[in-house]
């Protein structure tokens, strides 16, 4: 098949970019759409043209690095799915494909299509995590949690860090991706000591970094190719008026429940 | 007072006074408009109603007063959060694409745009009796009569009901959407709460708007 592509191409963080035309010949409906820019990166390094630039690493819908938004939704038209998995039988021959960066002011982009999501691992290093004394390691089972606990904690914890909620959300907010990982960890015994820390750092940091707020229209649930549920965002906006409503007495802010 | 700059200062603190004051102005908004239908009963059941609501004194101007308040916390973090979510996305994608969001939740700050200029003209025209000579005119007890003159021009008319318009819209997210801000977001509770917006959406739309509509045709003189 053959596709036009619109792509951002941008030199570097300081350039200014732009919408650049970019034909694909030849292009097997079978390849994914990473292996469809790698043969046009091809054909462009054939022509002593500089290659589109964009993150990807394990190619099979895990990792969250491969951040595209084609035509106008993150990972494109399949639902549930990452870049990296989406097929090009999912494009018509001769389809125009708009290829663009996340965009969010808190991801600035670094050349073309890729984007420093540095923002997320301040996000999850404000409070996205559970401390662990040292010494020798305890039994796995000798923290008994309940199956309904367990199984809501993993719904959340299938996030990748992609940005895909950031970059879907009509105001650059990452209320999907702090809420799932506020709400795995939250749910677990492992992570009630420091559960009010938590949701209010994590919240705070995500102000800093300059995201949007979520006005509950939900095209991050319909964009992340995790299918992590809004109900999550429910859980963390419960979890962080207990902890504001805690942080007043600070005796039983201690220790979680 | 640690607990007040989160509210005012977080993102999920600022949504959940959003959705508060929206409660209560939409509480405000279905007493209202329940008052109103009471023009259906006549003149003097009308009038006494109206009349009620004068003298209750020093109530009145505290309920004003609440009124007031919950409206500009409203419109104040209304337009603070929408500043902050148009700065957070400071270059728009050239393909523009809206996966499920629905029209009513992503003109939310335009519907209330249009309700403070609407809330501003209503007060001047039947509060403060200042837009039209005819109404300030008027004995001052005759409610009744005040609203059948003031709707008797298709303008005046027209421009409530389009108001009334994007209050409904307004209403159509917002009251589905407050359960979220507070986090009741849950299994059994969303199939009421998604369709509790477009409920209240129509309900308050014909409800104000019937009456506009029956003076204009002459059934209610
Ligand atoms: C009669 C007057 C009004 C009523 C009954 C009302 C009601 C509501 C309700 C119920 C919400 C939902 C809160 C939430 O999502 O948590 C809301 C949100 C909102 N309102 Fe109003 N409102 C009124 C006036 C205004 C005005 C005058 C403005 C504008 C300046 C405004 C702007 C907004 C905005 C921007 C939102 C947030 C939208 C979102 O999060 O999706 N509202 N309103
Ligand atoms: S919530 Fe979904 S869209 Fe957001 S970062 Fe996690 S996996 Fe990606
Ligand atoms: S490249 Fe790893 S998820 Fe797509």
Known sequence: MDITLHVW???NAKSQGKMEVIEGKNISEDSSFLEMLDTVNETLQESGVEPIAFDHDCREGICGMCSLVINGEPHGPEYGTTTCQLHMRSFKNGQHIFIEPWRAKAFPILRDLIVDRGAFDRIQQAGGFVSVNVGSP????CIPVPKQDADKAFDAA?????GACVAACKNASPMLFVAAK???????????????????????????????????QYECEAACPKEISVEHIARMNREYFRAAALEESPKEGHGGE | MKLCHRLFQSSVGAKMLMAITGLMLTGFVLVHMSGNLILYA??????????????????????RGGLLA???????????????NKAAR?????????IQATAASRFMIHTGLMMLVFVIYHLAHYTFKIVSPEISALAPGDAYAMVVTGFSSPAVSGFYILAMAALSAHLRHGVSSLFQSLGLYHGNLNPITEKLGPIVASIVFFGFSSIPLAVLMGAIK
């Open chain 1, 138 to 141: 305890q039994d796995a089972n």
């Open chain 1, 9 to 11: 191409r941008q030199k």
């Open chain 2, 70 to 84: 919950t409206f500009v916390l409203h419109v104040y973090l209304a337009i603070k959060l929408t500043i902050e």
């Open chain 1, 158 to 162: 299938v996030c990748i860090g992609c």
């Open chain 1, 182 to 216: 506020v709400s795995q960890l939250s749910l677990l015994p492992q992570g009630k000591p420091e559960r009010e820390k938590r949701v209010l750092a994590m919240v705070d940091q995500m102000k800093a970094e300059g995201f949007g707020n979520c006005t509950n």
């Open chain 2, 42 to 63: 006549g003149p003097e059941k009308f009038n006494a109603y109206a009349h009620g609501i004068k003298s209750l004194g020093a109530l009145l101007w505290l309920m």
């Open chain 2, 90 to 98: 400071p270059v728009p994608y050239a393909y523009e694409a809206t």
